[in-house]
């Protein structure tokens, strides 16, 4: 079955920091492009980062740009997001997901999240 | 405020067709075929309907398509059911150094 699972999320006080990370199983990971999106209490989805195969192309929005940083390992099937610097704004379940498989610019598997609270 | 405008609701009773519109620039809807929609059940991950404007995935039911004119993506539910009650998002690819974006989101409800 091909599955995502997200884990790392948790309580942290603004200005601290958060690693998560999302393993992969079921199809290749070393061949497919990778995002995290987030989605903030009862608001809508919102794309954070992307990184692709060989992790030579990564973007960032720009609200977490500078903050942020998106690896992984192929290896070990693993995504990974270093969040810095959190603020209050960046509370929200956080989805990995990976580029499609035949419409590359969509997401075509998600995994169930993990959330990620902001406050003092 | 998202890059990309749907409306906030919509409603339809069983058995009818409703549209939801999902309106970018043309830079990102308009210049591209790279428009996918979203169906996310409450406290569910979201669900690939619909990629590369009008393409559906294997599993997805017939009763859901796609398409877009100019700046505007629509996707069209036919034979609405009870299950189609969820929200609804589109995602478009754009020529920027944030490459990916999404609509606010859409609330369907099946009366």
């Known amino acids: 079955e091909v599955q995502l699972v997200e884990s790392g999320g948790g309580l942290v006080q603004p200005g601290g920091s958060l690693r998560l990370s999302c393993v992969a199983s079921?199809?290749?990971?070393?061949?497919?492009?990778m995002h995290w999106v987030r989605q903030a209490p009862g608001k809508g989805l919102d794309w954070v980062s992307y990184?692709?195969?060989?992790?030579?192309?990564?973007y960032y929005a720009d609200s977490v740009k500078g903050r942020f940083t998106i690896s992984r390992d192929n290896a070990q099937n693993s995504l990974f997001l270093q969040m810095n610097s959190l603020r209050a704004e960046d509370t929200a379940v956080y989805y990995c997901?990976?580029?499609?498989?035949?419409?590359?610019?969509?997401?075509?598997?998600w995994g169930q999240g993990t959330m990620v609270t902001v406050s003092s | 405020q998202s890059a990309l405008t749907q409306p906030a609701s919509v409603s339809g009773s069983p058995g009818q067709s409703i549209t939801i519109s999902c309106t970018g620039t043309?830079?990102?809807?308009?210049?591209?075929?790279?428009v996918s929609w979203y169906q996310q059940h409450p406290g569910k991950a979201p669900k690939l309907m619909i990629y590369?404007?009008?393409n559906r995935p294997s599993g997805v039911s017939n009763r859901f398509s796609g398409s877009k004119s100019g700046n505007t993506a629509s996707l069209t539910i036919s034979g609405l059911q009870a299950e189609d009650e969820s929200d609804y998002y589109c995602?478009?690819?754009?020529?920027?150094?944030?490459?990916?974006?999404f609509g606010g989101g859409t609330k369907l409800t099946v009366l």
């Open positions: 079921g199809f290749t990971f070393s061949n497919y492009n």
């Open positions: 997901a990976r580029r499609g498989d035949i419409g590359w610019y969509a997401f075509d598997i």
């Open positions: 590369d404007v009008s």
């Open positions: 043309s830079s990102d809807v308009g210049g591209y075929n790279y």
């Open positions: 995602s478009s690819y754009r020529d920027s150094s944030t490459p990916w974006v």
């Open positions: 990184i692709n195969s060989r992790s030579s192309t990564i």
